[in-house]
C-alpha cells in the first residue's frame, strides 16, 4: 500500500497571504489529523477528520481550517500567514477515529516558511 | 499543550550502548506509543502499549508502562547509527477526546 503523501513538500510565503496543504491518507483509513511541529511548540495536534467530518479540534486561532472529501484526502488552509506559523506540518492517517488500537501513520510533511 | 514530558530531552551515545528513553504524562490513559522522526521528517510508529500491559518487545525495542506512576521508558537495545533520531511519547484517552497527545521527544544521537 501507498503511504500518506503530502503536497507540497516545501512552501514558501509571504506574511497576509493564504496556503492550502494536501493530505492523501493510505488507501482504506478514514481518520486525517494535521499537526504542526515547531522547535518551540514541539508536536501541537490543530485538527483531525473522520469521514468528512471534523471530531477533534486543537486550540489553534480560526485561521486554520481544514476538510476533508468524500475519497477521505483532506486540505489545511491558513490564512493571514503569520510569521509564527513557519512551521513542519504533518498529516497523519488512521484506519479508525477513537477507537483501539488507533496508530497513525505519518507523511513526510510539508515545510511552510513564512518571510 | 503536552500532555507528557520526556526524559532526557538529548542522548549521545556509542554504537551497540542501550538507550533509554523517559515518558511521563498527566492524565489516565487508554494506550501509550513511542514514534520516531528522523530529522524533519514524517513520524514512524514504532510500537503501542495498552494501559492493561506492564512491557512488550519488538525487535530490539522494549517498552514498559507504569500507571500507577504514569510513566513509560523506552529500551533500545544494541543501538545502530542508524538510530539516531528523535523519539517521542504519545497517549491517549478515549473518554477525553479520542486524540494523540504528544511528548516534547528525546533526542537520539549514536555515534559510529
Same mark, same amino acid.
Given at each position: 500500500k501507498a503511504g500518506v503523501t503530502q503536497t507540497p513538500r516545501y512552501l514558501i510565503k509571504t506574511r497576509g497571504q493564504q496556503v492550502t496543504l494536501s493530505c492523501s491518507p493510505i488507501s482504506g483509513h478514514r481518520s486525517v489529523s494535521w499537526y504542526q511541529q515547531t522547535p518551540g511548540q514541539g508536536l501541537q495536534f490543530l485538527f483531525e477528520y473522520f469521514s468528512e467530518t471534523q471530531r477533534n479540534k486543537g486550540n489553534f486561532p480560526g485561521r486554520f481550517s481544514g476538510r476533508q472529501f468524500s475519497?477521505?484526502?483532506s486540505e489545511m488552509n491558513v490564512s493571514t500567514l503569520e510569521l509564527g506559523d513557519s512551521a513542519l506540518y504533518l498529516c497523519a492517517s488512521s484506519l479508525n477515529a477513537g477507537q483501539d488500537p488507533y496508530e497513525q501513520y505519518f507523511g513526510p510533511g510539508t515545510r511552510l516558511t513564512v518571510t | 499543550s503536552q500532555q507528557g514530558e520526556e526524559d532526557p530531552q538529548a542522548l549521545s551515545i556509542q554504537e551497540g550502548e542501550n538507550a533509554t528513553m523517559n515518558?511521563?504524562? @498527566?492524565t489516565s490513559i487508554n494506550n501509550l506509543q513511542w514514534y520516531r522522526q528522523n530529522s524533519g521528517r514524517g513520524l514512524v *510508529?514504532?510500537?503501542l502499549i495498552r494501559s492493561n500491559e506492564r512491557? @512488550? *518487545?519488538s525487535g530490539r525495542?522494549?517498552?514498559t508502562l507504569d500507571?500507577? @506512576?504514569k510513566s513509560s521508558s523506552l529500551l533500545i537495545t544494541a543501538s545502530r547509527?542508524?538510530?539516531?533520531a528523535s523519539y517521542f511519547c504519545a497517549t491517549i484517552s478515549y473518554?477525553?477526546?479520542g486524540k494523540l497527545i504528544f511528548g516534547q521527544g528525546t533526542e537520539l544521537s549514536v555515534k559510529p
Open positions: 475519497n477521505s484526502r | 515518558c511521563s504524562y @498527566k *510508529h514504532l510500537i512491557e @512488550k *518487545h525495542l522494549r517498552v500507571t500507577s @506512576k547509527a542508524a538510530d539516531t473518554n477525553q477526546g
